[in-house]
């Protein structure tokens, strides 16, 4: 199988491509140029050669888009990924164990017309404004993933929070359920983690065939400050029922479905990307990419 690496020089603090240029002479690699580039790139490769194991170097957000050239030209069967964690946050790889080679889901969302996939977790609400907000502290000296989550958390905190918005929930049966709340935030997960290791979705598989949803309700800025640490380690979840321990009952509604769709948006999160939306529908694609850790 021919082996190609694939490079975002602007995924983290540092170009890796600076630190594995004497490593690579006689392989074959590609470096991005740009938002998109991955995708585009890997798309038209596969085409032609679609039994490529990519390994890819940059964060969630790259990886994102690797997976999206592979699908999009139909080479999920076909072509294996590994993920050299070089970005900021690298939620995704902390899901992976070493020398272990599997199949994984993905999640598929539409937002209008367009329809594309994601590999961790997609986030809307006061975790989408927060990843806007953390743009800003990532860049700065000594400030890792997890850090510019928790500057982004306090930036959100001093602005106005919660939406209304219309949800609908395909269960596992087929069956379908219509809310209409106010809410803090929501996200749809095939990982468990993000935010640089926020363990948001703790009870997540990745080949399940289903999605985790989380969905908070509206508080109060002192409520959410008691709780963010134990929401931090994953202890708003209890293991054995998947239903919110009881600190948590009556704020988050944790379930395990196949489709969900939201209106009344601002922006959305896939993977660590800010997007503009004002609707979203995800649902899952079951053993969609082969994983080379």
């Not at 907000?133 to 989550?149: D, E, F, H, I, W």
């Not at 958390?153 to 602005?159: A, E, S």
């Not at 996200?187 to 598989?205: C, D, H, K």
């Amino acid at each position: 199988m021919n082996r190609l690496h694939i490079i975002n020089p602007a995924a983290g603090k540092r170009n890796p491509f600076d630190l594995i240029k004497e490593k690579l002479k006689g392989e074959e690699y590609y470096i991005t140029q740009g938002v998109g580039d991955a995708e585009r790139f890997v798309r038209e490769h596969c085409t032609g050669q679609p039994e490529t194991h990519f390994i890819v170097y940059g964060g969630d957000g790259t990886l994102c888009e690797v997976v999206n050239g592979i699908l999009s030209a139909g080479a999920g069967g076909e072509a294996v990924l590994s993920v050299v964690p070089t970005g900021t946050g690298n939620d995704f790889h902390r899901l992976l164990r070493r020398g272990e080679r599997r199949r994984f889901d993905v999640l598929k969302y539409r937002i209008g017309e367009s329809i594309k996939y994601a590999v961790n977790i997609i986030n809307t609400g006061f975790d989408s404004t927060v990843v806007e907000k953390m743009q800003n502290y990532k860049r700065l000296p000594l400030v890792t993933g997890s850090m510019a989550y928790i500057f982004g958390v306090g930036d959100t905190l001093l602005h106005k929070m919660g939406e209304r918005w219309k949800l609908k929930i395909t269960e596992p049966d087929g069956s379908e359920t219509e809310e209409e709340d106010e809410y803090l935030l929501a996200l749809a997960a095939n990982g468990r983690y993000y935010g640089g290791g926020f363990m948001a979705a703790p009870v997540a598989e990745t080949d399940d065939g289903l999605l985790d949803i989380l969905l908070a309700k509206k508080v109060s800025r002192m409520r959410f400050l008691s709780l963010v640490a134990e929401y931090r380690k994953g202890k708003h979840i209890d293991p054995e029922s998947k239903k919110p321990v009881k600190k948590f009952e009556g704020l988050l509604d944790y379930r395990r479905c196949v489709k969900i769709s939201i209106k009344g948006l601002r922006s959305v999160c896939v993977d660590g990307e800010v997007m503009p939306a004002e609707s979203i529908e995800v649902g899952v694609v079951p053993d969609a990419v082969t994983v080379q850790s």
